[in-house]
């Protein structure tokens, strides 16, 4: 087709130009140790691991409870797989949903109190869906200055204004709402979104105070607990069990299957209307292939380990305490943290990539978090915990970091 050449060959130069400066972005973000790259494991999430042909301790894993790698919820994703197959094939909508996405479903309803569950195929799917069903021009979405980078972008894609408030603090997020309403009086549809465990930082968010704002307010509360999901709570049941708020304290709680849990995947947990909307509306859960069968019998047979393992929290949290006692006995200052994720600031990102090398030739893995994952001049060392570790390992990381110039 002849007569298409000339406008194909107009666009050459315009994709050299993007060429060149895709090839300057990325020398620039070498040159301020801003880059990133893959990292290359041969074998399973555990505490020691095998990485880019070394053995190393590995302190930077979501695997909090330690079952990625778990003979039995290894054993329930083969037994699913021969009866259901490695690929679902379709959407949960058309023929995707299997017995096992419907037996756990009902499971994280039953496990989390709620009425219902939705699963969605990850947490960053989970996030944009929810709000984007929710909201529509004309609604706010009230959200953390910190909260995370799916529930960022499921607010810049929705449709609603998006007003950001001071990190955990309940006077800056009262303060905005009542700005808007003096603003604009016809506002009758809000949420307020938040994470529950900060997965940069690792404090926790005032749930408590955020539930009676809401209420107060009429407006609709959504909790990302990804990184409480399984360690909190008497049953594992995370964040919202462990201040004991229900679903009308909470009405949207979502948590990720990938980190404590140990497989992959998220839900959405609420009322019964609730799941029902979404299940209509939701367009990153009706337009997406469903998550494998094999996967959510894997899910649900670690969750019933979650319930009865009270030892793997314990024993986490023990750690936990080692780790932040030690550190204080050697004057590393930590970031202000009482779960799994044990930040220590740095500052540049040229250092905190320095230290993190250093630390990697010493077997000892641990990310270096840089901009734009965190702000600018908060370049940090994210450390952590998991219930595969033990005493002595810890003791090693804390050797190995006080030999370090932090």
């Given at each position: 087709m002849p007569f298409l050449l000339p406008a194909f060959y107009g666009m050459i130069p315009q994709m050299k130009n993007k060429q060149s400066t895709i090839q300057n972005w990325l020398a620039e973000k070498k040159s301020q140790q801003l880059y990133r790259s893959h990292r290359i494991t041969e074998t399973p999430?555990?505490?020691?691991?095998?990485?880019?042909?070394q053995s190393v301790l590995n302190f930077c894993s979501n695997d909090y409870l330690g079952l990625a790698n778990h003979p039995d919820i290894i054993a329930s994703f083969k037994k699913a797989a021969d009866s259901f197959g490695v690929g679902s094939g379709s959407a949960h909508l058309i023929s995707g949903h299997s017995k096992a996405h419907q037996a756990l479903e009902e499971y994280l309803a039953d496990f989390t109190g709620r009425e219902r569950s939705l699963l969605f195929s990850t947490g960053y799917?989970?996030?944009?869906?929810?709000?984007?069903?929710?909201?529509?021009?004309?609604?706010?979405?009230?959200?953390?200055?910190?909260?995370?980078?799916?529930l960022v972008d499921g607010a810049l894609l929705a449709n609603a204004t998006t007003k950001r408030y001071q990190h955990n603090d309940i006077d800056s997020l009262e303060r905005q709402i009542v700005a808007q309403r003096k603003k604009n009086k016809q506002v009758d549809n809000q949420i307020i979104v938040s994470d529950g465990v900060f997965s940069m930082d690792g404090d926790i968010a005032h749930v408590k105070q955020l539930a009676i704002l809401a209420k107060k307010h009429h407006a609709w509360l959504m909790?990302?607990?990804?990184?409480?999901?399984?360690?909190?709570?008497?049953?594992?049941?995370?964040?919202?069990?462990?201040?004991?708020?229900?679903?009308?304290?909470?009405?949207?709680?979502?948590?990720?299957?990938?980190?404590?849990?140990?497989?992959?995947?998220?839900?959405?947990?609420?009322?019964?209307?609730?799941?029902?909307?979404?299940?209509?509306?939701?367009?990153?859960?009706?337009?997406?292939?469903?998550?494998?069968?094999?996967?959510?019998?894997?899910?649900?047979?670690?969750?019933?380990?979650?319930?009865?393992?009270?030892?793997?929290?314990d024993k986490l949290q023990s750690l936990i305490m080692q780790f932040k006692q030690g550190a204080k006995e050697l004057g590393i200052e930590l970031m202000p943290s009482d779960t799994a994720i044990q930040p220590i600031l740095v500052g540049s990102s040229?250092?905190?990539?320095?230290?993190?090398?250093?630390?990697?030739?010493?077997?000892?893995?641990?990310?270096?978090?840089?901009?734009?994952?965190?702000?600018?001049?908060?370049?940090?060392?994210?450390?952590?915990?998991?219930a595969n570790h033990n005493e002595k390992m810890v003791d090693e990381l804390l050797s190995k970091l006080g030999e370090t110039h932090i």
């Amino acid at each position: 087709m002849p007569f298409l050449l000339p406008a194909f060959y107009g666009m050459i130069p315009q994709m050299k130009n993007k060429q060149s400066t895709i090839q300057n972005w990325l020398a620039e973000k070498k040159s301020q140790q801003l880059y990133r790259s893959h990292r290359i494991t041969e074998t399973p999430q555990q505490a020691r691991m095998k990485i880019d042909g070394q053995s190393v301790l590995n302190f930077c894993s979501n695997d909090y409870l330690g079952l990625a790698n778990h003979p039995d919820i290894i054993a329930s994703f083969k037994k699913a797989a021969d009866s259901f197959g490695v690929g679902s094939g379709s959407a949960h909508l058309i023929s995707g949903h299997s017995k096992a996405h419907q037996a756990l479903e009902e499971y994280l309803a039953d496990f989390t109190g709620r009425e219902r569950s939705l699963l969605f195929s990850t947490g960053y799917m989970a996030n944009i869906g929810v709000l984007n069903a929710l909201t529509e021009q004309g609604d706010i979405i009230y959200a953390d200055r910190l909260n995370h980078a799916s529930l960022v972008d499921g607010a810049l894609l929705a449709n609603a204004t998006t007003k950001r408030y001071q990190h955990n603090d309940i006077d800056s997020l009262e303060r905005q709402i009542v700005a808007q309403r003096k603003k604009n009086k016809q506002v009758d549809n809000q949420i307020i979104v938040s994470d529950g465990v900060f997965s940069m930082d690792g404090d926790i968010a005032h749930v408590k105070q955020l539930a009676i704002l809401a209420k107060k307010h009429h407006a609709w509360l959504m909790i990302d607990d990804a990184h409480g999901f399984g360690t909190l709570g008497k049953t594992g049941g995370g964040l919202l069990q462990q201040q004991h708020l229900d679903q009308d304290d909470v009405p949207i709680l979502m948590a990720t299957l990938g980190k404590a849990v140990g497989t992959s995947g998220a839900f959405i947990a609420g009322s019964e209307e609730l799941i029902e909307y979404l299940i209509q509306t939701a367009r990153s859960h009706i337009f997406t292939t469903a998550m494998p069968a094999a996967i959510a019998a894997a899910t649900l047979t670690s969750l019933e380990i979650i319930k009865k393992d009270q030892w793997r929290r314990d024993k986490l949290q023990s750690l936990i305490m080692q780790f932040k006692q030690g550190a204080k006995e050697l004057g590393i200052e930590l970031m202000p943290s009482d779960t799994a994720i044990q930040p220590i600031l740095v500052g540049s990102s040229k250092k905190a990539v320095a230290i993190s090398q250093q630390l990697f030739t010493q077997g000892i893995l641990i990310s270096a978090i840089r901009p734009p994952t965190v702000a600018k001049n908060t370049a940090r060392l994210r450390i952590t915990l998991s219930a595969n570790h033990n005493e002595k390992m810890v003791d090693e990381l804390l050797s190995k970091l006080g030999e370090t110039h932090i």
